[in-house]
């Protein structure tokens, strides 16, 4: 895309999502809103600024963080590795690959008896859950994308010496992959915000936990508060690894 | 081991090599010796087995039957072979440097030593500028002279190359082939050439080996042996050359009436 069209787009998107929250917001002032069911958008920056002041909204951030980025390394971490074993030995393939069918349908929110049997209310109980959706996610893409690997590579890593299982590995499964992989690992993060809030809505501290006591006393402009800052959440992380994407992967482009 | 070590002994040599499957033999009988520094070419019709058995000879498949004796390293920092493939099969992850010392990599030598040798094969082939840039953004011809870059740069004793400008443009496989032949002067790498141009073959190798099924089902093998001597630097107009050719082409049963190889 040129530079003007590119600006173009932004203007229309920024325009568009500025009528969408004046619209809302004048539905409510002329009541054709119920107040009581939607908050008033130009409610929300003093609401935020409330949490922050009180300390709330950093520390359920803070803990919601915690949960999530313990789920996110340990699923990603198992995923790749188990993902990319299984492409690369064909016994480890076999043995696991009805386990693998037989859970993987299995919702990570289906986990949640369990995790609060195993682990009672607590963290872990969110890390494990948030581990389950980050895992399958990357266990397949890294999967599939060893697999997808051209045969001719490693003929030519034979021929120059780099035979061996773990030159293999680190010279072409992993670079070759890597593009692949990391589309998983991306995805993962989108993925893990999602069970984090499920997961708290449990009573684990953290971002959901402040939203369900806020809807019990029907504060929606917390809730609001919340949803915008897991939106803005995954937007900051969702940035900085596309950073680090395009970074690695610079070959492509 | 004195044989071995003797500087004109066999770089390759290859007794009653048999190549395939139990049930469907493709090669058989295949006995070929290759003499330091000599290039030697291998032609034959399409699926006769040439590229398979350029794999026998490097080892990266077993034969049925027979054996093959590949002369081990000599130099230090250098491996017995190497091979240049059709496709140039660089790797996109790395840029053109990092390709070409692929095979340098766990041959004991440091990072800077690494670089080094591996500029040296590149000014070879003409490419030491394009040293630091990535794969996708050279030419067709470009990538393979890395490929070929890359193959030298390990200081082989015998270099395999499969069909390795087959792929290109003809103005492009030309220049190429004219490069390959003053490379050779300055490289002590015997070559083992499959093509299936008989022409490329005249005009690169020593000695030309015609791959061929003595019958329609039985399995290839080797039909003749040609010795070409014209001096290098062929040319294509040169007298002797297009002699040369038609042998081979008899040979190959490319001269015979088409009704006769098609029935």
């Given at each position: 895309?040129?530079?003007?069209a590119?600006h173009?787009?932004?203007?229309?998107?920024?325009?568009?999502?500025?009528?969408?929250?004046?619209?809302?917001?004048?539905?409510?002032?002329?009541?054709?809103?119920?107040?009581?069911?939607?908050?008033?958008?130009?409610?929300?920056?003093?609401?935020?600024?409330?949490?922050?002041?009180?300390?709330?909204?950093?520390?359920?951030?803070l803990?919601?963080?915690?949960?999530?980025?313990i789920?996110?390394?340990?699923?990603?971490?198992?995923?790749?590795?188990?993902?990319?074993?299984?492409?690369?030995?064909?016994?480890?393939?076999?043995?696991?690959?009805?386990?693998?069918?037989?859970?993987?349908?299995?919702?990570?929110?289906?986990?949640?008896?369990?995790?609060?049997?195993?682990?009672?209310?607590?963290?872990?109980?969110?890390?494990?859950?948030?581990?389950?959706?980050?895992?399958?996610?990357?266990?397949?893409?890294?999967?599939?994308?060893?697999?997808?690997?051209?045969?001719?590579y490693?003929?030519?890593?034979?021929?120059?010496?780099?035979?061996?299982?773990?030159?293999?590995?680190?010279?072409?499964?992993?670079?070759?992959?890597?593009?692949?992989?990391?589309?998983?690992?991306?995805?993962?993060?989108?993925?893990?915000?999602?069970?984090?809030?499920?997961?708290?809505l449990?009573?684990?501290?953290?971002?959901?936990?402040?939203?369900?006591?806020?809807?019990?006393?029907?504060?929606?402009?917390?809730?609001?508060?919340?949803?915008?800052?897991?939106?803005?959440?995954?937007?900051?992380?969702?940035?900085?690894?596309?950073?680090?994407?395009?970074?690695?992967?610079?070959?492509?482009? | 081991m004195?044989?071995?070590?003797?500087?004109?002994a066999?770089?390759?040599?290859?007794?009653?090599?048999?190549?395939?499957?139990?049930?469907?033999?493709?090669?058989?009988?295949?006995?070929?010796?290759?003499?330091?520094?000599?290039?030697?070419?291998?032609?034959?019709?399409s699926?006769?087995?040439?590229?398979?058995?350029?794999?026998?000879?490097?080892?990266?498949?077993?034969?049925?039957?027979?054996?093959?004796?590949?002369?081990?390293?000599?130099?230090?920092?250098?491996?017995?072979?190497?091979?240049?493939?059709?496709?140039?099969?660089?790797?996109?992850?790395?840029?053109?440097?990092?390709?070409?010392?692929?095979?340098l990599?766990?041959?004991?030598?440091?990072r800077?030593?690494?670089?080094?040798?591996?500029?040296?094969?590149?000014?070879?082939?003409?490419?030491?500028?394009?040293?630091?840039?990535?794969?996708r953004?050279l030419?067709?011809?470009?990538?393979?002279?890395?490929?070929?870059?890359?193959?030298?740069?390990?200081?082989?004793?015998?270099?395999?190359?499969?069909?390795?400008?087959?792929?290109?443009?003809?103005?492009?496989?030309?220049?190429?082939?004219?490069?390959?032949?003053?490379?050779?002067?300055?490289?002590?790498?015997?070559?083992?050439?499959?093509?299936?141009?008989?022409?490329?073959?005249?005009?690169?190798?020593d000695?030309?080996?015609?791959?061929?099924?003595?019958?329609?089902?039985?399995?290839?093998?080797?039909?003749?042996?040609?010795?070409?001597?014209?001096?290098?630097?062929r040319?294509?107009?040169?007298?002797?050359?297009?002699?040369?050719?038609?042998?081979?082409?008899?040979?190959?049963?490319?001269?015979?009436?088409?009704e006769?190889?098609?029935?």
């Amino acid at each position: 895309m040129t530079r003007p069209a590119r600006h173009r787009r932004t203007l229309i998107s920024a325009v568009s999502l500025a009528t969408l929250v004046a619209l809302w917001e004048t539905a409510l002032r002329v009541g054709w809103l119920p107040s009581n069911l939607v908050p008033l958008p130009s409610q929300i920056p003093g609401v935020l600024w409330a949490e922050v002041l009180d300390g709330i909204w950093l520390d359920v951030v803070l803990s919601s963080l915690s949960h999530y980025s313990i789920g996110l390394v340990i699923g990603s971490v198992l995923g790749i590795a188990v993902g990319m074993a299984a492409a690369l030995l064909p016994r480890f393939d076999a043995a696991h690959s009805w386990l693998a069918r037989l859970l993987r349908p299995i919702p990570p929110l289906a986990w949640i008896p369990f995790a609060i049997i195993w682990f009672g209310v607590t963290e872990t109980a969110a890390a494990f859950i948030i581990s389950i959706g980050v895992f399958w996610i990357n266990y397949f893409t890294s999967y599939s994308a060893v697999r997808a690997i051209n045969d001719g590579y490693y003929e030519v890593a034979r021929a120059f010496g780099q035979g061996g299982f773990s030159a293999r590995l680190a010279k072409i499964s992993l670079p070759a992959a890597a593009p692949g992989i990391l589309g998983g690992l991306r995805a993962g993060l989108g993925q893990g915000w999602m069970t984090v809030v499920a997961a708290e809505l449990f009573g684990i501290p953290g971002i959901g936990q402040r939203m369900m006591e806020a809807s019990g006393l029907l504060a929606t402009d917390v809730v609001v508060v919340y949803m915008l800052t897991i939106a803005a959440l995954y937007a900051l992380f969702d940035f900085l690894f596309m950073r680090i994407q395009r970074r690695v992967l610079r070959w492509q482009q | 081991m004195a044989a071995m070590n003797d500087a004109s002994a066999p770089v390759l040599t290859a007794r009653g090599v048999r190549l395939g499957f139990a049930d469907d033999i493709v090669l058989d009988d295949i006995d070929l010796e290759v003499a330091p520094r000599e290039f030697v070419a291998m032609v034959g019709a399409s699926g006769v087995g040439k590229s398979t058995l350029l794999r026998a000879f490097a080892g990266l498949l077993a034969p049925l039957r027979g054996d093959v004796h590949l002369s081990t390293a000599e130099a230090s920092a250098s491996r017995a072979w190497s091979m240049v493939f059709q496709a140039p099969r660089l790797f996109p992850w790395r840029r053109v440097r990092a390709n070409v010392e692929l095979g340098l990599e766990g041959l004991g030598l440091s990072r800077d030593e690494r670089r080094a040798r591996a500029m040296e094969p590149l000014s070879l082939v003409g490419l030491e500028e394009l040293a630091e840039r990535w794969p996708r953004t050279l030419s067709g011809g470009q990538q393979q002279r890395v490929g070929i870059a890359r193959a030298l740069a390990v200081r082989p004793r015998v270099l395999f190359m499969d069909e390795p400008f087959s792929a290109l443009d003809a103005l492009t496989r030309q220049r190429l082939q004219s490069e390959l032949t003053e490379l050779r002067q300055r490289s002590d790498a015997a070559i083992v050439f499959v093509t299936h141009d008989i022409e490329e073959a005249v005009l690169l190798a020593d000695r030309v080996v015609v791959l061929a099924k003595p019958d329609k089902d039985a399995p290839a093998t080797v039909r003749d042996i040609v010795t070409i001597d014209l001096p290098l630097a062929r040319r294509r107009e040169q007298s002797g050359f297009r002699d040369h050719v038609q042998r081979l082409e008899q040979h190959i049963g490319v001269a015979a009436t088409p009704e006769e190889t098609t029935s």
